[in-house]
T-cell receptor
Framework: DTGVSQNPRHKITKRGQNVTFRCDPISEHNRLYWYRQTLGQGPEFLTYFQNEAQLEKSRLLSDRFSAERPKGSFSTLEIQRTEQGDSAMYLC?????????????FGSGTRLTVV | AQRVTQPEKLLSVFKGAPVELKCNYS??????LFWYVQYSRQRLQLLLR??SRESIKGFTADLNKGETSFHLKKPFAQEEDSAMYYCAHPAGNKLTFGGGTRVLVKP
């Protein structure tokens, strides 16, 4: 197991296009998180899954954003009709059932640039 | 809302000098706090947790409930400590992060 894997590492897209990112968590972790990080800021929570159930969504997750984790393993984050303000690093993390108290493992992120 | 504040965006110190990164939290209960570190071109990783009272890579952090602080300290900074450091605490099912402090250790 090589940790949390995210693809692609970088994505450049034109405004208005749709993009999809993928996260493969550590296999024995049943919790999966998405965060967004903009320049000069700490990571901001977007959403989290326990197994295949999406249990919490941030108000940052507008209706253009959708996340899935269909089989409780990998997850996808889709952004429709991208805007320049969506440019950020999108981080995925996974953790065990006891939640953030143990500190979870982050992936390397997908850097999105909307031009 | 529960907040974590890191007042310093940048700390620049010389090798061998002490370094202290400030973190203040607003939380009325008994807090659980973390420090995460991100070295250049690497992923965000857990440095230490308040509950474990450990010292990692020479860093320690003490919870001060009176001052609502969880400052990260190292008595003798090394060049390899240059990185971004984030203070974080759990809020429900997620971690809330501070804005981060960039540490630059000069030779």
């Amino acid at each position: 197991d090589t940790g949390v894997s995210q693809n692609p590492r970088h994505k450049i897209t034109k405004r208005g296009q749709n993009v999809t990112f993928r996260c493969d968590p550590i296999s024995e972790h049943n919790r999966l998180y998405w965060y967004r990080q903009t320049l000069g800021q700490g990571p901001e929570f977007l959403t989290y899954f326990q197994n295949e159930a999406q249990l919490e969504k941030s108000r940052l997750l507008s209706d253009r954003f959708s996340a899935e984790r269909p089989k409780g393993s990998f997850s996808t984050l889709e952004i429709q009709r991208t805007e320049q303000g969506d440019s950020a690093m999108y981080l995925c993390a996974s953790g065990r059932d006891r939640g953030p108290q143990l500190g979870y493992t982050f992936g390397s992120g997908t850097r999105l640039t909307v031009v | 809302a529960q907040r974590v504040t890191q007042p310093e965006k940048l700390l620049s110190v010389f090798k061998g000098a002490p370094v202290e990164l400030k973190c203040n939290y607003s939380y009325s209960g008994s807090p659980e706090l973390f420090w995460y570190v991100q070295y250049s071109r690497q992923r965000l990783q857990l440095l230490l947790r308040h509950i474990s009272r450990e010292s990692i890579k020479g860093f320690t952090a003490d919870l001060n409930k009176g001052e609502t602080s969880f400052h990260l300290k190292k008595p003798f900074a090394q060049e390899e400590d240059s990185a971004m450091y984030y203070c974080a605490h759990p809020a429900g099912n997620k971690l809330t992060f501070g804005g981060g402090t960039r540490v630059l250790v000069k030779p």
